[in-house]
């Protein structure tokens, strides 16, 4: 169970937030511009590195804020990226 | 209290009765009574008896019967109660077919310093952090706290090891903020130090068993070490016995385990412990035959007896043996710090040659603030244990998190626990240093050498895995099954591991050891389970008429959490009666329908407009105040994630409804949207679920119904006409009346403060004029008319053009979720499944949902062309037939064909029709 | 129509009998008046300043009415919320500029259980991961957290005294669950 540290409500346990997945993945300002490829790109292509990853997380249980941390993905050591 | 003080308790094994004395363990009794052959091994059928005294023992696998059967439990960890009744097993056990009586729960605590094991280094580290202020929670797996204390009998700090160990424990939680859990196992060691404890009540507490989920700031394990075994022949013996293990018979439990002992010891542990259970021993009475000592070349090859030890063996290997008789073996090994949790928690382990174990190596990185304390980490001087603990939890060392706001960041990052620092001269392990640890005793035929008792595994068989090619321990342990059973492989992890190395030639720190996986100790489903069973399972949502549903006799069904009517059959009635009679009243008269789980969320602000423009495949923005407009949202993917009404209440003001299931992920989906990607718009959704109650009354009679309800309604067509709200007073209720259908009939959804709820049922149903229909008849209704139930109809690839419905498809909007995805290749291709209705030719046929439809009239040889498949599937009333919705490929180009779909053995011939069979005009709905 | 506008409410918790001893006594504190209150803190007009806390976990008293704190742009007001001048009635939906104060009336929404007594950190302690200590969650702190598998806002009001508002589908389940715990104390 990680603890996870919403920027608002503090430290929590891992049941009270669903995963966001990679942070950083911008909805593209213009979709109709982008080739079917860039497009299946932005929707389906994720990094899944070994190591500190920027992903998001919501609060669901609490404030419902979206919010971003590194996790190192071998370890599980979290670091807040969002901040108040 | 001597033995013959403690109580008399009476229970019995393999029918048998017996007595034993409080305090004892199961296997202590037995062991009282001279019972020493307690199971049968669960390959090879060999006697097996008491290998251990605790958690570590290998072989007293035993049945219990009453009071509850509960399978495959160690004898040497069961406290002895009046009315036991347990048996020996064979392998498995069995599980009872009634339902549990006890009570299981779970809680949750916090503390700055969790201390596990109550020997003399964590009563020292417990009482030390304690005295500096800490929140700390002491928890070990015995009844009594002082670890080995009470069997060994050893001093502490020049009082009774005993005494001192209850001094300590008493002077500890007389402190504030301290928590001593006893009979409690810490059994799982997670991330950022989250730890789960099992603590066993007792038979007639309140609770039997209750889960602990501890959150520590800091963790100190405790743990111990146990004595390890040796490979010779036959020494899997009813009589072979751990030193450590016998000796805790005699001095905790006041049992004296044999008659005459032979002790067979490589020396280790504190002093020379196996040479300390043999004085022990001799002085409650025990005859000690001879001590075998390998570190001066004697060797025990075997023993004799048949189903228990009657001699012992004692030369060398090839030659001669001298037959000593004794009933009883002593075997001491080694000792194996308990690194379990350590490992657990993702800290590694080095092998240490002077004490031949693996102990604590680098400490577990992200998160995890863990130290290792005494016997773990290979210091076996109670004096040692006593140092390392008040060390360990000295200040400023020691953090203390009293003061610390619940917003402080919980995630430790201190990773200074000096979890591999070397061990301080005063402390240090008693192990000769350099000495050869002797593994195995050679011979000829290692068919009898066993490593793990409890799974059969000899010596033998590890050579047959390394013989094979296997190199990995990982891989000789899948092979041979060692070190998989209940016991963890707490005896025999470290031997295996040797002997494995020994017989590929390699050095064992390097080969290393098998994975440490959570439980520590087994545990049952049932104490997993705890609270959330029965009733408790799962949250049961109910609405607020939800009692007068049961008084009519509702048949429910789950959607999602909730509990929703399906259909209400009268005396008499099966579901197929009363869902045609419900979808009956509901076209002729009236209906009724409890539509309060459908999910509500207020969307607020100057910018709603805009934001559900951005959500919704079609316009929104353009909706006048007072009107109502259906709306699809669909996932960036184009596919369909959920449909609703939009009511537009102000120029800034939505509410916006939701499937019943999707609530929480549709305002989830828009919160996202609004603070991730477009945190301008000034907008807020706020759910308001069950702020309102919403009876839906549905059919040609409803206007008159509700004219008669709310006087002050205009309820003509032309004042209220579809697709608008109305506010106003409904059986004298403040309410708001909107006009919408999901049947295709006449229809009007009144929405009221939940707190009238019933009140609003009651009025609708007073007057006697409306038939209550649930989501059964509901289902049919909608699919009669080609409405899509989402998540039934779709499934995550189904866009709104393949629901027949490119006209929710705003082609004027720039952009909207899911629009780019409208126009890829695959999403654009004529031959997409499509949404059709399929009509059985033998009307009375009814198309199991799920089911295939394939064009050919024969079954091919496989694989068989599909062309999609059954989505919903009814009787209706109101055609006068059977009748489904399917996803068929290139569905709208074949209305009129002849398709068919395989039920079991048969191929039944539907032709396909559009998904709109009744009403296709809409004149009764908009009328 | 009857003559009390009352008269045929019914709480969510209208059936449970509560729980009282002399360690834990539980019950319903129904049909008290919540608005869901929404504003940008940077934004706020020095008469909403005054009355919402912006201290995250914490609740303030604000003459008859309790707001707690439940996200940065977030709050519920528990009690009726007299209106500020020159901001919207809570039951309206009329406009007045452009960074509203959004009120949104909950009352119904979720209905409150009163848990107090020396056993009611225990008996919470069974569902809620949160760490209860009163040096951590004592007097003017709440949370939306877990209690049991419902979503709750917990609330410590006096010494050993919790209010947790729980969704009215979820009443009932809560109840049930809160009942089973407390045999224990
Ligand atoms: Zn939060």
Known sequence: MLLIPCPWCGPRDEAEFHYGGQAHVAYPADPAALTDEEWARYLFFRDNPMGPFSERWNHTSGCRRWFTVTRDTTTNAITPETSR | MTRRDREVLSFTFDGRPYEGRQGDTLAAALLANGVRRVATSVTLGRPRGIFGAWTEDPTAVVQIDRPFPEPMVQATTIPLHDGLAASSLAGRGRLSPDPDPARYDATHAHCDVLVVGAGPAGLTAALNAARAGARVILADDRPEVGGSLPDTGEPVEGRPGVEWARAAAGSYVALPDTRLLTRTSVVGYYDHNYLVAVERRGERAVTRERVWRIRAGRVVLATGAHERPIAFAGNDLPGVMLASAARAYVNRYGVVPGRRAA??????????????AARDLAAAGVEIAEIVDARQGGLVTGVRGDGEVRAVLIGRPGGPAREVEADLLLVSGGWNPVVHLFAQAGGELRYDDRIAAFVPGRPPEGGQSVQVIGAARGVFTTAGCVAEGLAATSPPDLPSTVTRSSRESRVPVDASAPGDAPAREDAGPSGEAGAQPLWLVPADDYTTHFVDLQRDVTVADLQGATSAGLRSVEHVKRYTTAGTAHDQGKTSGTLTSAVIAHLLG???????????RAPYVPVSFATLAGRDRGALHDPVRVTA????????????????????????????????????????????????LDASTLGKIDVRGPDAAELLDRLYTNMISTLKVGAIRYGVMCRADGMVFDDGTVIRLAPDHFLVTTTTGNAAAVLDWMEEWLQTEWPDLRARCTSVTEQWATVALAGPGSRAVLAALAPALAVDAESFPFMTWRDTEVAGIEARVCRISFSGELAYE??????YGQALWDAVLATGTVTPYGTEAMHVLRAEKGYPIIGQDTDGTVTPADLGMDWIVSKKKPDFVGKRSHARADTARPDRRRLVGLLPEDPDVLLPEGGQVISTGHLPPPPVPMLG?????????????????????GGGNRLGDRLYVPVNDTLIPVTVAHHVLYDPESTRRDG | MTADPHANRISPLAGFAGVSDARLDVREIPFLRQTNVRADPARLLPAWADRLPLAPGTWRRSGETDILYLGPDEWLAIGDLTPVPAEPRADTARRVGQDDVILTDVSAQRTIARVAGPGARDLLAHGCALDLHPSVFGPGRCAQTMLARAQVILMARERDEFWILVRASFA?????WIADAAVDY
């Not at chain 2, 009144?750 to 707190?755: K, L």
């Open chain 2, 506 to 516: 390699v050095d064992v720190g390097a080969l290393g050891t098998t994975t440490f």
């Open chain 2, 263 to 276: 002790v067979f010891t490589t020396g280790g542990g504190s002093g020379d412990a196996a040479h300390d």
């Open chain 3, 172 to 176: 009932r389940y809560l109840a049930a």
């Open chain 2, 869 to 889: 498949h059954v989505t919903s599937s009814y009787r209706s009333a109101a055609l006068g037939r059977t009748f489904a919705l399917a996803l068929v490929a």
């Open chain 2, 750 to 755: 009144i929405n009221v403060s939940w707190w």
């Open chain 2, 545 to 592: 008429m939800h009692d007068r549903h049961v008084e009519r006799n509702a048949v429910f069904e789950n959607v999602g959490q909730w509990k929703r009517p399906r259909y209400y059959p009268l005396p008499g009635e099966d579901m197929e009666a009363a869902v045609l009679r419900e979808c009956r009243a509901v076209r002729e008269a009236a209906g009724v």
